[in-house]
């Protein structure tokens, strides 16, 4: 598992209130199911390049998948949001380096990515949420 996932991981298993605001519209947990959401669905695409499927990558405008990101795990536990974020993981480390696996779609309208553009794209994404979320909880590590 990536460090920065880890470290994403550990933030939300110490038990704070993650129903406070961090953005705008979004609290922590928010961010939880926004992550876990793009996560699973970085897992299924290339779970079904892995498989030689067609992927299904997800389609519309960023800031409505973004808002559909959220209000599709709205109602799931933080404890349920960790496991599905944990098993995206592990899909996505099953098939990560299969040689027959190219270019991997990251969102309809959107260029697909190497392997190593779309393992940086996710690793900042998750980098940016973490650092607003040590910053808004004063966890910011040295």
């Given at each position: 598992m990536s460090r920065e996932l880890?470290?994403?991981?550990e933030f939300f298993e110490q038990g704070f209130d993650y129903d406070i605001m961090v953005y705008e519209f979004w609290n922590a947990k928010d961010i939880l199911g926004h992550i876990t959401f793009w996560h699973e669905s970085f897992a299924r695409n290339i779970s079904d390049l892995g498989?030689?499927?067609k992927p299904k990558p997800l389609k519309g405008k960023l800031s409505d998948v973004n808002n559909l990101s959220v209000e599709t795990t709205k109602t799931e536990?933080?404890?349920?949001?960790?496991?599905?974020?944990?098993?995206?993981?592990?899909?996505?480390?099953e098939f990560i380096?299969?040689?027959?696996i190219g270019l991997i779609p990251y969102k309809k309208g959107s260029r697909?990515?190497?392997r190593e553009e779309h393992l940086e794209v996710v690793s900042n994404h998750i980098h940016k949420h973490l650092n607003d979320l040590n910053r808004k909880y004063g966890t910011t590590k040295k």
């Open positions: 880890q470290s994403f991981i498989k030689g499927v536990s933080v404890s349920s949001l960790i496991e599905r974020l944990k098993s995206a993981q592990k899909t996505i480390e380096y299969i040689d027959t697909d990515y190497s």
